[in-house]
């Protein structure tokens, strides 16, 4: 029986998807529902991550571009707050006990930090489907996730993740 459940949410596709399995696992089981989004310059849609120990060795980077990027960074931030807002009432009108929290960091560590702060027992989470070399270089949260997380770990595969493998059809032939 699952008692608290976090639902690891993004701005994305399958953050609606992860938000709608998890409501309903949670209406099953009658579960506390904990909304997490992490800021990540890593998520899809968030403004381009400047990196300028001292902005005066890079041309081009100078106080203005800076503030310029903290502007894109505050909406990015209040857009995915309001985002966390209207699910957490989504749930609470479905007579679901939630709660939310934006957290900044790491997204792996920071899913698995608030599952042991908050004694999670199952966190659902999507997938991006990475692979290779790409998840080699920019690391898979979902990896990380299954495994160092206390608890339980539910991965949902969005449909344009899974690549389709090609099914040979097998022949047999019968000898009389």
């Not at 990896?143 to 991965?155: D, F, G, K, R």
Request: charged fraction near 15%.
């Amino acid at each position: 029986m699952f008692n608290k459940i976090i639902a690891a949410l993004d701005r994305s596709e399958m953050g609606q998807s992860v938000f709608e399995q998890s409501l309903a696992l949670a209406k099953l089981t009658s579960a506390k529902l904990m909304l997490l989004h992490v800021l990540s310059p890593e998520e899809e849609g968030s403004p381009d991550l400047m990196i300028a120990p001292n902005i005066d060795y890079y041309p081009g980077w100078n106080e203005q571009s800076f503030k310029l990027y903290q502007q894109h960074w505050e909406t990015f931030k209040n857009e995915s707050l309001q985002m966390l807002q209207s699910l957490c009432a989504q749930a609470n009108t479905a007579g679901i006990n939630a709660e939310f929290t934006q957290n900044t960091g790491n997204p792996g560590r920071m899913i698995c930090q608030l599952a042991t702060a908050w004694n999670a027992d199952l966190i659902i989470m999507g997938r991006r489907g990475r692979s290779g070399l790409t998840e080699l270089v920019l690391g898979s949260v979902s990896n990380y996730v299954l495994h160092h997380a206390p608890c339980s770990v539910h991965i949902i595969h969005f449909p344009g993740s899974i690549k389709p493998t090609e099914v040979k059809p097998e022949t047999t032939s019968v000898i009389s």
